[in-house]
């Protein structure tokens, strides 16, 4: 590619092998104090991303997806705690990070988009403006070269003619061009991983499609990892690679998009799955599926079963031999779906695991 | 009475925007001689990219702008020749956002006994028990009539907003994007409830979402904007087997399936 040549190289990263994980993170807790207590907003989780890889997070409001990603950013609330056991990028530890090395990593290393591209533009600069801030920031390229990167790299979004759009201001901007502007923006230093949180929610049907093939072909083009937030399980079936269902704060379900889509699980993934109205697949003005119940409040220790509440009357139970454990933790068990070995189920607790599946003795004996 | 509920003729309506200090007004055509009729009992869903007047169109529909040109009969009456008062019994409309069409300051019982108060309703002491009621009809718990909206989940208020929409018994609800600010699994509770009330309450629905999944599933009819002009208007299966425009083709190729196997456009 003729636009890589232009930049000068990033050496301490590509000196030595390049490793295929992009990030690795081992036990992530979140905890903000609030009013009525502590609140558990995330509960040991641990994910991954590989070279080139897209992983979704999937989960209702109030689950935790964004502060997981802010964690792995570094960008959480003053007064919120994060405990976590390993955090490498490209397997450099960034746990210890200071603020200021930190900041050499944001927007360099790994780059984010998010939700409302109107609120993350500053309104008071140009689009020229703020894309060059970056280059000077991150890559101290300025002048000229870092006129024509900018150039090039907007019209690799496909923003044509770049030129044009240079010296407008953020609210001149439809939302797919902003969003544009934004994945351009991250995309300047070569990032190694991209969170991108909610990045279509705010857009047309028609734009977010269009947004999303070009994520996805940049991904290839530059080989990225890509963390992938949303709540639209359409999008996650047209993107993912592998998908992570979160539920109050913790991983239930987690596995290639064929394991999740194919052979959900988990009941929450099945009642997800079951929510949304699939063309063909449910008569028109048939009732939908549904999930009962709201997120329970993580304020305080929490007490008994994440699900409770939640269990339709129509929930089926699931065959117990189909999965095996995998690993126990002192609050929760990981099991193994059979027929995938990346293919994992979490339950909060003993009651949620027997309300799920049926184990049959004489099968197990 | 006729059942044809909703009849538009020609509606346009035309904004005039500022293009600058000295600058002069700019004319905007939002909506461009559009022509609708909805019949009893059917679900008119209207799509379109954001800002190609679909919302115009609902606030004509409501009495709450006045159309440049064209005319709009409800039931069979010219829109500007019936009153406010009884154009507020005959259609309501179900906002986007429960979080803003709701007074933080009022409880969930006076937010939806305003309407009777409103309709100025002869029975005042009958007033609770038909709140309560229409909260039974859409499925909250009576507990909540002291309530606050901050202490409600999205799904609740959306609740409250279609109580509020129904205690007056309308003919007409027009729902703008109902659920495309709640959870997946909060949407079907929503989208159940509309099925379930336009039976029982025998409803017309016109329907404005940009979710073409949500319309296939709840729409008889669809009609897709373009730039304040309606380009197409067919039956949902015809709309969705044969698109006629392009607008619609690409509309349809925008539809992300839920499964990865039939889906992975991108991959």
Known sequence: MAFVTLLPQKTEIEEGAVSERVLDVENLSIEIPVVGGMLHAVDNISLHVERGETLCIVGESGCGKSLTSLAIMDLLPKKAIRTVNKM???????LNFSEKQMSNVRGNKMGMIFQEPMSSLNPSFTVEN?????????RNIVGSQAKDLVIQMLEKVGIIPAEKRLRQYPHQLSGGLRQRVMIAMTLLC????????EPTTALDVTIQAQILKLMKGL???FNVG????????GVVANIADRVAVMYAGQIVEEGSVFDIFDNPSHPYTRGLLSCIPVPGKIKRGEPLGSIPGMVPSLVGDFQGCRFSGRWGDAHEQLDGADIKLAST???SKTYKVKGSETHLIRFCCEDCLKKSYIFDKRKAS | MSDLMVEARGVTKDFRISR???????????VDRVSLNVNRGETLAVVGESGCGKTTLAKIMLGLLEPDDGTIKLCGMPINEISRLDLAKLVQPIFQDPYSSLNPRKTIGSIIQLPLLVQGDKNPENWRKRVLTTMDLVGLPSRMFDQFPNQLSGGQRQRVAIARALINRPKIVICDEPTSALDVSVQSQILNL?????????????LISHNLAVVEHMATKVAVMYFGEKVEESETDQLFSRPQHDYTKTLLDSILVPDPRSASKFH
């Open chain 1, 88 to 94: 490498s990028l490209n397997d450099e530890n960034i």
């Open chain 1, 130 to 138: 703020q894309m060059l801030e970056t280059l000077s920031r991150h």
């Open chain 1, 190 to 197: 070569e990032p190694e991983l991209i969170i991108a949180d």
């Open chain 1, 219 to 221: 991904q290839n083009d």
């Open chain 1, 226 to 233: 890509l963390i992938f937030i949303t709540h639209d399980l």
């Open chain 1, 329 to 331: 933790s002192d609050k």
């Open chain 2, 20 to 30: 600058g200090l000295f600058r002069g007004k700019e004319v905007l055509r939002a």
């Open chain 2, 194 to 206: 509309l099925n379930e009330l336009r039976s029982e309450l025998d409803l017309t629905y016109i």
